[in-house]
């Protein structure tokens, strides 16, 4: 596979990705994956989050649409591309901390970080089989 995003794609022309708001949610471009998807225990799931020009994010979340065992958590962090390969996570860039997952609903995290144009991971890892 070619490195990601291919030669001859320039990032800024990926439409309205440019104009994210302030007080929203916003996930990656790959509409599938924003489907809900029950992922099994202690199974890092990462999707690419493709980000046009330098922006600060304040937080990370995600939505719990089944619930997890009482007690059960979900952690939630930010990973560089790894460069010079096929599109998959690098390193460790923010990891947000754990949230609940024993009820239903929009699960967030405060953060503080200011990321330049590129492409990035988003990614949970959940101590329980969770739908999200």
């Known amino acids: 596979m070619a490195n990601f995003p291919p030669q001859g794609i320039d990032i800024p022309n990926i439409?309205?990705?440019y104009f994210r708001k302030s007080g929203r949610y916003f996930g990656?471009?790959?509409?599938?994956?924003?489907?809900?998807v029950s992922r099994n225990t202690d199974t890092l799931f990462a999707i690419p989050f493709i980000v046009v020009k330098d922006e600060s994010f304040d937080s990370l979340a995600i939505e719990v649409t089944v619930a997890g065992a009482a007690g059960k958590l979900v952690r939630?962090?930010?990973?560089n591309n790894q460069t010079g390969?096929?599109?998959?996570p690098g390193s460790l860039l923010v990891d947000?901390?754990?949230a609940a997952i024993d009820s239903t609903?929009?699960?967030?995290?405060p953060i503080s970080v200011?990321?330049?144009?590129?492409?990035y991971w988003l990614a949970y890892l959940a101590n329980d089989t969770v739908t999200v």
Do not use: C, F, H, R
């Open 15 to 17: 439409g309205s990705l």
């Open 28 to 36: 990656s471009a790959i509409g599938a994956a924003m489907a809900a």
């Open 76 to 79: 939630l962090g930010i990973y």
């Open 85 to 88: 390969q096929d599109p998959v």
């Open 96 to 98: 947000a901390g754990t």
């Open 105 to 109: 609903g929009v699960k967030e995290i």
């Open 114 to 119: 200011n990321l330049t144009k590129g492409i």
